[in-house]
């Protein structure tokens, strides 16, 4: 095994090899570093007790400093000498809790690596999911617990196995930030999460003239606003998400040059190529002296928190009883020909081809072109044009 004088420089200077590799430090015997083929580096020491050889992990490094970790060294080591088993099961006080692994997964990782409504969607699932187990000592919950608590949800299982993929994310953030969780291992592990089925809903073109007629009975009778309906065509017209529409500004229109700039999607900043029926809708809104918001209600300078009372007051008057609004996306993403296809996946925003293909690298003329394409057709379909499929 190679050694190495364990210290921040020597560390981060350590070339990863694609293999496992264990580095004893040349100071304190039987302290050492393993370094595994993807990188992660840890914390360990080595002993000898009652005839056997084993390995103990200490830490993560980056989590744990290199004198926090010889330290730790140092005391177990100490324990081996007068006969402890230092591996020897911890006592309850020792491990966090369940509220401190997921709360600490939740703030401190997810405040820097994910978006605000997922850290949101991840504090609601804690706090309806996992109440039972929050008290409890990471040792105390069993496989059996989490399997149960799975089961009993297969009625719900796109919510069922979200709690697990939060568990067994937070579990292994934790194992590289607790001392002592690393030696645990997670009592998620065997559960099989529920397969789902694929969602491809697409709207005919009937259906679409239906929306259409739907949106101006509505918006004529006043039971839906003006302005939620101009959202959910923008949505129609231009395959942004919901979420887009409800967020765009109009210091993010750049109507000049066919574009609406978003400073932050799904997949980050991106640019929405806008057809002609987009812009035209656009061109018609006038901008509030009081509100930045493209759309919105009546409260002052803010736009909508939610499309979807008026989306399900469009789609019962239409008679669709399984239409989302995402729906709109892949409607708008079908109408476009095969020899189109890797412009729409710009026009998307989609990084692949094959997230196209689930809904249905060009020169910005092409993605126009595309935008134009499939915005027009939504556009004659809405005010019932017959269009072959």
Known sequence: MPKLKLTKSNIDKLEITGARVIYWDTDLLRFGMRVEATGQKYFLIQFRLRGAVRKMSIGTYGVMTVDQARGIARQKLAEVESGIDPMARKTVLELPTVAEILDGYIDKHCSQHVKPRTKQGYQGIRRRHFAKFLKLPADQVTKQDLTDYHLARKGTPREANGAIILWRSAWKWGQGYFTGLDELQDPSRFIRLYQRGKRERRFSGEEIGRIGLAMRQLVEEKKVSMSASLALLLCMMAGMR????????????????????????????????????????????????????????????????????????????????????????????????????????????????????????????????????????????????????
């Open 242 to 389: 919901s979420d887009e529409v409800k967020k765009l500004k109009h210091k993010d229109l750049h109507l000049d040059a066919r574009t609406a700039f978003l400073p932050d999607s799904k997949t980050g900043a991106k640019a929405v190529p806008l057809g002609d029926d987009a812009l035209e809708l656009l061109r018609a809104i006038v901008p509030s002296s009081d509100n930045e918001f493209v759309f919105h209600g009546h409260v002052k300078g803010r736009g909508f928190q939610s499309l979807q009372r008026p989306w399900e007051r469009i789609c019962k008057r239409a008679g669709l009883k399984d239409g989302r609004i995402h729906d709109l996306r892949h409607t708008y993403a079908s109408q476009v020909d095969e020899t189109q296809k890797k412009a729409m996946a710009d026009a998307l925003g989609h990084k692949t081809l094959a997230i196209t293909d689930g809904y249905r690298h060009s020169s910005p003329a092409e993605v126009h072109h595309a935008a134009n394409v499939a915005g027009g057709r939504i556009a004659a379909l809405l005010n019932g044009v017959r269009l072959p499929e």
